[in-house]
């Protein structure tokens, strides 16, 4: 420990506050709060502590603290700087994927969504969250068949397909009722509250109607609709005592790592998520309540949440907007110990494959270090480009950093056209490490080119004009186009054991880079491809080709799509038109070879 780091500890306050753990990069690397700040941030340097906490240790060369006026505003404060900074080493909610959640809003003509962002409105309510984003959109889907609510987002003049197939009443062009869209809206809400009985009951009635009628036709679609109701109200588990919103959260720890598991029940139906299996670096019933708090940051709360007894709630009590408590008996306490054994199960469960993962990547780095003497190698940054002949030229740059992919610092640059491969790398290396000098971000310990010596040479080039100094190696590849040699920047070939762990990880950093990279490429040239051939297509305009591409999501949809399907979004004749434009293309590439 240097002297200046001894003095600020030496003048710490005994006030609550947050503290900024900083490596010698200036980068934070870990947020903290305290009551006293004193007491807690002088534990980090004394005493014995885990892998991960004695890592993270080794790599303070200075810290910053803020004092608050109570441990809640502490609270606070450090949620909002780990989501500001990202600090390596904090447990954060990164689920960035989030989950769906149904949307009905409650305008005068409302509509129903899937959305991926929550937000407090008060013209919409919302419903989930999904675990599961296909339930999600067949509920949706189901719910468009059953209540005929405008799907438009901008109202059109006249009618469209929708209303045409009984979908939607048409508000664009006919006078609607208030009263209509509020009982309509009304339905809906029970539906998903999973009050279904009602509903279930007249479709079984319409269904003998129409089969006595001999409108077997009819029947079958309502045999279809009672079938799809069901699947859906029967696919979780039903919490039949209640029908309300309410949260229970449990943890486990063993052996240096947290594993943090949610119970959620939404209209008396019990999802169940897996939310995070993370190292352990400070305390696991502050690290617990951290967590909690910055997911209902991005996630409605339900009415009520249920914590285990061992926690101090208090100050998640003052900060959320719920009612939160720790059951001592009862149906509640069994579902908080249900996720408790939930935790464990999965933490022991996937303990020993994490433990292999981890002893793999450690002896992989440690065998890299020694092979091209380095003397930390915390982080990787490796570049590879795609391109078909010179068109649609990318880069992609991927991220190992402590001993794991990390995906949040992947970044990708679209290129300039015409230029050699060597010219493309050179200027993705001096976007990328101009960006890494303006922002004073986290330079790498090692950038690996996907390449030979020609894009090692041009990478030290840019190096050298941004006098930054940071080692650099080739990954060169045999005739079969696999990882074969190890080519340091003086362009010696280093010799690797192919059985060897670091052989293993430098294999599939190339593969995860030309993935990233050529995935990246295909989007655009499947964009491109999209444009030129519905451009071609008599009555597919600029809006027709937006409303295809929102509706089928990519190129690969619409060409795989039935002329029922087209017809949805376009009408007969051009749906008619695009179908037979796009498999015409496709039967005359059948020739080219």
């Known amino acids: ?26 980068q934070i690397i870990y947020v903290g709060k305290a009551k006293k700040l004193k007491n807690r941030v002088n534990s980090y340097f004394t005493g014995a502590h885990n892998f991960k906490t004695t890592k993270l240790v080794s790599q303070i060369v200075d810290f910053d603290i803020i004092v608050t006026s109570s441990e809640k505003e502490a609270l606070l404060l450090e949620i ?127 269904m003998n109607e129409a089969s006595d009628n001999l409108e077997f036709e009819k029947a079958q679609e309502k045999y279809e609709l009672i079938q799809s109701i069901q699947h859906i109200a029967d696919s979780q588990i039903m919490d039949k005592d209640e029908r309300i919103d309410r949260d229970y959260f449990n943890f486990a720890v063993q052996n240096g790592y947290i594993a943090i598991f949610g119970l959620f029940v939404r209209g008396g139906k019990v999802l169940e998520r897996e939310l995070v ?64 054994v939930n935790a464990e199960n999965n933490l022991q469960r996937q303990f020993e494959v994490l433990e292999q993962k981890s002893t793999f990547h450690k002896n992989a780095v440690a065998q890299l270090k020694n092979m091209l003497n380095l003397q930390v190698l915390d982080r990787i940054e490796v570049f590879d480009i795609s391109h078909t002949s010179g068109s649609y030229t990318v880069a992609g740059m991927i991220v190992y950093e402590d001993f794991h992919f ?91 054991n192919r059985r060897s762990d670091c052989f293993f990880l430098l294999t599939q950093l190339q593969d995860e880079v030309h993935r990233y990279a050529i995935t990246y490429h295909k989007l655009l040239r499947d964009k491109a491809m999209t444009v030129s051939i519905l451009d071609e297509i008599e009555g597919v305009g600029p809006k027709r080709k937006k409303a295809l591409l929102k509706h089928f999501k990519s190129f690969k949809r619409i060409n795989e799509a039935t002329i029922q399907q087209l017809s949805e979004i376009v009408p007969i004749t051009v749906a008619q038109e695009i179908f037979k434009t796009l498999h015409q293309s496709q039967e005359d590439n059948s020739f080219i070879e």
Do not use: W
């Open 406 to 496: 990390k995906k949040s610092d992947y970044r990708r640059y679209r290129l300039s056209t015409g230029n050699s491969d060597v010219d493309s790398m050179k200027e993705v290396l001096y976007r990328r490490y101009f960006r890494v000098i303006k922002d004073q971000l986290r330079a790498p310990d090692l950038i690996v080119m996907d390449g030979g010596l020609t894009q090692v040479n041009a990478c030290l080039e840019i190096l050298e004009m941004l006098h930054l100094d940071i080692p650099v190696v080739g990954l060169v590849k045999d005739d079969a186009h696999q990882t074969a040699n190890l080519l340091s920047q003086q362009g010696k070939i280093i010799e690797m």
């Open 1 to 26: 420990m240097n002297e200046t780091l001894k003095l600020k500890l030496s003048t710490l306050p005994m006030e609550p506050g947050c503290y900024l753990m900083k490596d010698q990069h200036g």
């Open 80 to 206: 909002n700087l780990i989501k500001k900074h990202r600090p390596r080493f904090n447990i954060m909610f990164m689920d960035d994927k989030s989950y769906p959640y149904i949307k009905i809003t409650t305008e005068k003509y409302p509509t129903c969504q899937v959305v991926r962002e929550f937000k407090k409105q008060k013209n919409a309510r919302y419903f989930g969250p999904y675990p599961d984003a296909t339930a999600a959109y067949q509920t949706q889907k189901l719910l468009n068949r059953l209540y005929p609510l405008r799907k438009c987002k901008v109202m059109p003049k006249k009618v469209c397909l929708y209303y045409h197939i009984g979908q939607c009443l048409g508000p664009c062009e006919f006078d609607i009722p208030e009263e209509t869209y509020k009982e309509l809206r009304n339905s809906m809400i029970r539906f998903l509250q999973g009050d279904v009985k009602d509903l279930l009951e007249q479709l079984k009635q319409e």
């Open 277 to 340: 299996i993370e190292t352990l670096v400070d305390d696991a019933e502050e690290t617990f309540i951290s967590f909690v708090l910055q997911y209902y940051m991005k996630n409605p709360t339900p009415k009520q949440i249920c914590l285990p007894q061992e926690c101090s709630i208090e100050l998640l009590c003052e900060l959320l907007d719920c009612t939160v408590t720790q059951p001592v008996r009862g149906r509640m306490k069994k579902l908080v110990d249900l996720a408790k």
